[in-house]
C-alpha cells in the first residue's frame, strides 16, 4: 500500500499549560521526576499503565512507570492508546495526517501502519484527526518516552471515542497480534476524580487490585461497585477505563504475562499545589513477561561456528553492496531464536578493530549477530569503516549474554566470569567477562574503570550508581 504523505502536523495543544513549553524547561523537569521516580524494577515490559495530568501533580508517577522501560531496545512501533476527553465516536481514531510537533521536535509517526488499520477496518479505526487535535492524553506521555528512548522509534496514537466495552474487545483483537516483544504499548490513564484524598486512596486501590487480575470482567464489575459506593465528589474512578479494558482484552488469559504495580499518588500529594478535599489518583503500572525459571543457555560448537558463519557473510555481503539476507528460521536450531543480548568483536592481526552489542535485545539472536556483525565492521565511531582488503586479516569474536541481573554488593562479582553494567541516571557503561581476563584488573580497577571509562562517572561512581551483572558464552574464529 502506498502511502501518500499529507503532512499536516498535529501540534501541541496543552504545552505551557500541562508541561513547560521551552526545551530547556522541560528538559530539567523531566530530570527532576525521574530523580524523583521509582527505580527501574522490570525487565522485558510489554506495556505501561501512565498517568496524564499536568506534571507537578502526577509527573513523579509518569516517570516512574516510563522508568520501567527500556530505552536502549529497538521497538518497532511504540502505540499510544488513551480515550478522548472531549469528542465521543464509536471506535477509535488513528492520527495518519503527520507527526506530532512537540517543544523539543518532532514525535514520529507510523503514518502507514495507521492508513493500513482504517483501511483493513474501518468500523471500528478511522482517520478522524479532530479528535488528537485538542486532546492532551497522548501528547503529554511523549516528553516522557522521548527523555526514556536511547534508540529511534515511531509512535502509532489512537484515541479510543467509545463507550462500549465490546468495541473495546474488537479494538484490542485488532491490535493483540501487535502486542509482541517488538512493539510496546502505552496506556494513557488517571484514576479516581475528585472524591477526598482518603475516600481516593481507597478506591484506587480497589482499582489497581481489579487491572491486576488481568480479567476484564472483574475490572467491569469493580468500576460499578465503585460507582454504587456513592462516594462524595466521586466522578469516576478510572477516567481512561476504555483504554484499560482495551489492553487486557489484549492481556488476559495469558499465563505468561505478568500485571505490576510500582508507584502511586494522587494531586492531593504534590507540593505547593496538593489539595486534598478533591483529588485525582494517578497509579503507575506495568505488563511484564513472567519470570520462569530456565536452564543455563547454552550453544553447540555447530550452533557456534553457525553464528560465526552468518557474521562473516553479512560483512563480506554488505562490503559488495548487498543487502544480507535474513537466515530462513526454519532451518535454525531453537537456540538460534531465542531472544537474548549479544556483542560482536572484531580484531585485526590481534588488535581491536570494532566491537559493538546489545545488552538486551527483541530481536531473535540469528538476527541480532546480524546486526551487530555491520555495526561493528561499519559503524564503531572509534575506528573508520572496514574495507575489502581489510577483511581477510579481521577474525570475529561473538559474545552471547545472559539476562541482567542486579546486584546489592560487589561480592558477587566473580571476575572473568560475569560481566558489569554501571548506570546511574541517563549514563551507563558496559565491560564483557573477557575484560577483566584481558586486562588483568582487581575487581575495584574493573568496576572504577567502568564507572570513569565508559560511564563518565567519577572513579567511584559505581558505589552510588545501579550494578547489573551478566555471563556470557565467548567464541571466535580463533577459538573454534
Known amino acids: 500500500m502506498k502511502s501518500i504523505k499529507k503532512n499536516i502536523d498535529r ?3 496543552v ?8 526545551p530547556s524547561d522541560l528538559g530539567k523537569m523531566l530530570d527532576n521526576l525521574f530523580g524523583e521516580a521509582s527505580a527501574k524494577e522490570c525487565e522485558h515490559v510489554r506495556a505501561i499503565i501512565s498517568p496524564h495530568a499536568g506534571y507537578v501533580f502526577s509527573g513523579k508517577t509518569a516517570a516512574s512507570a516510563f522508568n520501567q522501560i527500556e530505552g536502549e531496545v529497538t521497538y518497532k512501533r511504540i502505540f499510544l492508546l488513551a480515550s478522548s476527553h472531549h469528542v465521543s465516536f464509536d471506535g477509535a481514531s488513528v492520527y495518519c495526517e503527520g507527526d506530532f510537533v512537540m517543544p523539543y521536535g518532532k514525535e514520529i509517526v507510523d503514518t502507514i501502519f495507521g492508513e493500513m488499520l ?12 479532530t479528535a488528537h487535535v485538542n486532546e492532551h492524553s497522548i501528547e503529554v506521555q511523549l ?19 467509545t463507550s462500549n466495552p465490546e468495541t473495546c474487545k474488537r479494538i484490542a483483537a485488532i491490535l493483540k497480534p501487535y502486542f509482541n516483544p517488538n512493539n510496546m504499548f502505552v496506556i494513557s490513564t488517571d484514576f479516581s476524580h475528585y472524591p477526598a484524598y482518603s475516600d481516593a486512596m481507597r478506591v484506587d486501590e480497589q482499582t489497581q487490585k481489579a487491572i491486576l487480575c488481568n480479567d476484564p470482567d472483574i475490572l467491569m464489575a ?14 469516576t474512578s478510572l477516567c481512561g477505563w476504555t483504554s484499560v479494558l482495551t489492553l487486557l482484552y489484549m492481556t488476559t488469559h495469558n499465563d505468561a504475562l505478568e500485571l505490576k504495580s510500582i508507584n502511586y499518588t494522587n494531586s492531593g500529594d504534590a507540593k505547593y499545589y496538593g489539595e486534598k478535599s478533591q483529588v485525582v489518583g494517578y497509579w503507575a ?8 525459571e530456565k536452564s543455563e543457555f547454552k550453544l553447540s560448537e555447530s550452533e557456534k561456528t553457525t553464528l560465526l558463519k552468518i557474521a562473516r557473510k553479512t560483512i563480506e555481503e554488505h562490503l559488495k553492496g548487498k543487502n544480507p539476507e535474513t537466515e530462513e528460521e526454519s532451518d535454525l536450531p531453537p537456540s538460534l531464536k531465542e531472544y537474548c543480548g549479544a556483542f560482536v568483536t572484531l580484531h585485526e592481526k590481534g588488535q581491536l578493530r570494532g566491537c559493538i552489542g546489545k545488552l538486551i535485545s527483541n530481536s531473535p539472536l540469528h538476527e541480532t549477530i546480524r546486526d551487530m556483525a555491520i555495526s561493528s565492521a561499519f559503524h564503531d565511531y572509534r575506528f573508520m569503516p572496514l574495507n575489502a582488503h581489510e577483511l581477510p586479516h579481521i577474525d570475529i569474536e561473538i559474545s552471547v549474554l545472559s539476562p541482567l541481573k542486579k546486584i546489592d554488593d560487589i561480592k558477587e562479582i566473580q571476575m572473568g566470569r560475569h560481566g558489569i553494567l554501571i548506570e546511574k541516571g541517563h549514563r551507563s557503561g558496559v565491560f ?14 574493573f568496576l572504577g574503570h567502568c564507572a570513569r571509562d565508559k560511564a563518565g562517572l567519577e572513579w567511584d561512581g559505581w558505589k552510588s550508581a545501579n550494578i547489573y551483572i551478566f555471563t556470557a558464552t565467548v567464541f571466535g574464529e580463533k577459538l573454534i
Do not use: C
Open 11 to 13: 501540534q501541541p495543544a
Open 15 to 22: 504545552a505551557g499549560k500541562f508541561y513547560p513549553a521551552d
Open 118 to 129: 482504517t483501511e483493513r477496518f474501518p468500523a471500528v479505526f478511522t482517520n478522524n484527526p
Open 143 to 161: 516528553p516522557f518516552l522521548h527523555h526514556v528512548m536511547k534508540t529511534r522509534y515511531r509512535i502509532v496514537p489512537i484515541i479510543i471515542g
Open 222 to 235: 469493580t468500576l460499578r461497585d465503585n460507582s454504587r459506593k456513592h462516594i462524595p465528589n466521586l466522578a
Open 285 to 292: 503500572m506495568v505488563v511484564t513477561d513472567k519470570k520462569t
Open 432 to 445: 564483557l567477562p573477557q575484560v577483566a581476563t584481558e586486562t588483568g584488573w582487581n575487581k575495584e580497577e
